[in-house]
Nanobody, 119 residues
Framework: QVQLVESGGGLVQPGGSLRLSCAAS????????MGWYRQAPGKQRELVAT???????NYADSVKGRFTISRDYAKNTVYLQMNSLKPEDTAVYYCNTEARRNGVLFRYWGQGTQVTVSS
C-alpha cells in the first residue's frame, strides 16, 4: 500500500498562487507516475498534471502555462505550483500515484485538499 498525504490548499484571490505538496509513503517501490487531479462540485474528476519516473510531464489544456508540476524522486514527493489562479480552478485537488509491481498497475489516491479561488 501507498499512503499519500497532501498539503497546501486554501483560499486565494484570483490571480494569486498556491503550491500543493503530496508525499508518498509505505510501499513506494515501483512508483511510475505521480500527479494531480481535481473535482469541482457537480463535475467529474479530471486530470490536472502528471509527471513520470522519466520526468515526462502532461498538463490539462486549461492549466498549461499557469501550473507547473515537479517531483522530488528521493523524497517521493510531488508538487503543483499554481499561478494566475482563476475562479474556475476552484476544486478539491487529489494526489494520485501509479505503481507497477510484477506487471500489475496499482493506483492510489490522497484524501484531497480544497482549493478555493475567490475574491
Amino acid at each position: 500500500q501507498v499512503q499519500l498525504v497532501e498539503s497546501g490548499g486554501g483560499l486565494v484571490q484570483p490571480g494569486g498562487s498556491l503550491r500543493l505538496s503530496c508525499a508518498a509513503s509505505g510501499s513506494t517501490f515501483g512508483i511510475v507516475t505521480m500527479g494531480w487531479y481535481r473535482q469541482a462540485p457537480g463535475k467529474q474528476r479530471e486530470l490536472v498534471a502528471t509527471v513520470t519516473s522519466e520526468a515526462s510531464t502532461n498538463y490539462a489544456d486549461s492549466v498549461k502555462g499557469r501550473f507547473t508540476i515537479s517531483r522530488d524522486y528521493a523524497k517521493n514527493t510531488v508538487y503543483l505550483q499554481m499561478n494566475s489562479l482563476k475562479p474556475e480552478d476552484t476544486a478539491v485537488y487529489y494526489c494520485n500515484t501509479e505503481a507497477r509491481r510484477n506487471g500489475v498497475l496499482f493506483r492510489y489516491w490522497g484524501q484531497g485538499t480544497q482549493v478555493t479561488v475567490s475574491s
